[in-house]
């Protein structure tokens, strides 16, 4: 054998974690190499109606910031008094349980009266408070704070879950994330600055029980709606907008024409978006990837 000759080369072959192989460079591939390439092996196929059914339920939540909205517009404008907003919170406290009730198999009376003492401690605080909310802004213009307000319910908006994933069942509460929290107070701390313009403190315990009913039990409502029935969930999505379409054009046509194009935004033009950049989305797996582990345990 000539001594300037080399030796023949090994065949290549795919080795764990890099390891090297003699006569051949840590980076080589061989023709084989792409065999096991697969294309969009993970993408989802979507549809048009179902993206646009997945998507009524953030429409539905507009939706009922926008009356929430239109009660805290008519009561700086004292045009509902205290005791119509009472009988507003009245009317949504009895709606609510009784959709709880109709809904739920797994709601039992102990159940139940664990929710009435809960919201009879909840509003017993309110009314103790309320005195104090009311001179919390004294000394802000009434102009900051309508600013400050509109930037709480748009940060409100934008970290709330609409996938209802905090809601479980009734009594039962998955543990909150920080998005979840830091929503809601932004809903609490806006509530609180509407409620410190009124000129009573009876309308400020009325319109701060009306606020928290709404942000903190209209999640739980619609949740169940949805899932006792998803028609059900959709005719009262569209009664919201409707009423909510109806109170903005009454308040003011331009807030009605802005509105009116968000919800046909989120609702139509949103889903279609989506729809079409899916053929633009491209993904390749190959024998490249980390391994996944996968463990199958049995008794």
Not at 32 to 55: G, P, Q, T
Not at 164 to 183: D, E, F, M, Q, Y
Request: charged fraction near 15%; proline fraction near 3%; hydrophobic fraction near 50%.
């Amino acid at each position: 054998m000539n001594a300037n000759s080399s030796p023949t080369r090994p065949r290549w072959k795919k080795v764990a974690y890099g390891g090297m192989q003699p006569g051949y460079d840590d980076n080589y591939t061989d023709e084989s190499f792409l065999e096991d390439m697969v294309m969009n092996a993970n993408v989802v196929k979507r549809d048009m109606i179902k993206v646009m059914r997945d998507s009524i339920s953030i429409s539905q939540y507009l939706s009922i910031v926008a009356l929430v909205g239109v009660v805290w517009t008519y009561t700086l404008k004292s045009t509902l008094d205290e005791n119509s907003l009472l009988l507003i919170d009245a009317t949504l406290l009895v709606s609510g349980f009784l959709v709880l009730l109709l809904t739920e198999e797994m709601l039992s009376l102990n159940l139940l009266f664990h929710y009435f003492l809960n919201i009879a401690f909840f509003m017993t605080g309110l009314y103790v408070l309320a005195p104090i909310y009311k001179t919390l802004t004294r000394s802000i213009s009434s102009d900051s704070i309508c600013s400050v307000t509109v930037v709480l319910l748009i940060v409100h908006l934008f970290l709330h879950d609409y996938s209802r994933s905090a809601v479980n069942a009734p009594g039962t509460w998955k543990n909150p994330t920080l998005t979840n929290c830091i929503s809601l107070n932004a809903s609490i701390v806006a509530s609180v600055f509407i409620a410190s313009r009124l000129p009573s403190w009876r309308n400020v315990f009325a319109i701060m029980l009306f606020s928290l009913l709404v942000f903190l039990f209209a999640p739980l409502v619609t949740y169940c709606i949805r899932k006792y029935s998803f028609r059900l969930h959709i005719l009262f999505s569209f009664m919201l907008m409707v009423v909510s379409l109806a109170l903005v054009y009454r308040l003011h046509r331009l807030l009605f024409i802005m509105f009116l194009v968000l919800l046909v935004f989120v609702t139509i033009l949103c889903p279609y978006w989506l729809i079409r950049i899916q053929e633009y989305k491209f993904e390749i797996n190959g024998p490249w990837d980390e391994a996944k582990l996968c463990f199958d345990i049995t008794d």
